[in-house]
């Protein structure tokens, strides 16, 4: 048996103004950091194989609390046809290090034209409906932004692609990423209906854990 491990990162400064972030490189703000502290040291004791994260700073610094909480320095492995050109790759991981995917296609939810907006600025400009409507539905797009279903497309063929593989060899993996990436893993493993999604909601700095088990996730509430 080993452990899928999701993890929405801390609160941003722009969850913390109430802003649409989406692809924006917003930091973690002051509670975002603790929050990340706490989640580090509620892993602590859980031994990580293997991480995957978005291209996304909040993310990012959100895992490298975890690793550093478990003493664990996280190299980044690079996919491009320079990788060793570019990158440190050891010939094996040793008990203090751990490899590190990052991706765009584990990144948040693409606003487009909502992202910098507060989101209480936005109802009085496109009316709390059609807000609420971009925000809550499956599959209606903001303006020239993603829906909740072309994030689940994006990001579900990278996670059967890259990230189950890790499982099925016994892996512990843990991915640190965003709110709609990571409500789109669940309703994948979960296999949540479309009607049923956007009732879902994910704490910041908040693990979620899922046992693997021949092949099928078992939640751990």
Not at 79 to 104: A, G, M, T, V
Not at 142 to 148: A, K, W
Not at 156 to 170: R, S
Request: a negative charge; hydrophobic letters at 35%; one cysteine or more.
């Amino acid at each position: 048996m080993n452990y899928l491990i999701l993890v929405r990162h801390g609160q941003s400064r722009w969850n913390l103004e109430n802003r649409f972030a989406g692809w924006v490189d917003v930091p973690l703000s002051e509670k975002g950091i603790q929050e990340a502290m706490d989640c580090a040291e509620e892993l602590a004791d859980m031994q990580l194989d293997v991480a995957f994260t978005s291209k996304l700073s909040r993310a990012q610094e959100t895992l490298f609390l975890i690793l550093a909480k478990q003493k664990k320095t996280g190299i980044f492995l690079h996919e491009s046809k320079k990788r060793d050109e570019w990158s440190y790759h050891p010939e094996r991981f040793d008990d203090s290090e751990i490899p590190i995917y990052s991706d765009e296609h584990l990144n948040e939810r693409y606003y487009g034209k909502l992202q910098g907006q507060n989101k209480q600025e936005a109802k009085t400009v496109y009316g709390e409906e059609q807000v609420f409507i971009w925000r809550r539905s499956y599959d209606v797009q903001p303006p020239g932004g993603e829906s909740l279903k072309d994030t689940y497309e994006r990001t579900i063929p990278y996670f059967e692609e890259k990230i189950m593989p890790e499982l099925e060899a016994g892996k512990n993996v843990v991915i640190a990423a965003h709110g709609n990436s990571l409500r789109s893993v669940v309703k994948y493993i979960e296999n949540i209906s479309d009607e049923d999604i956007p009732k879902l909601e994910l704490a910041t700095g908040k693990p979620l854990y899922y046992q693997f088990v021949k092949g099928k996730f078992i939640k751990e509430e």
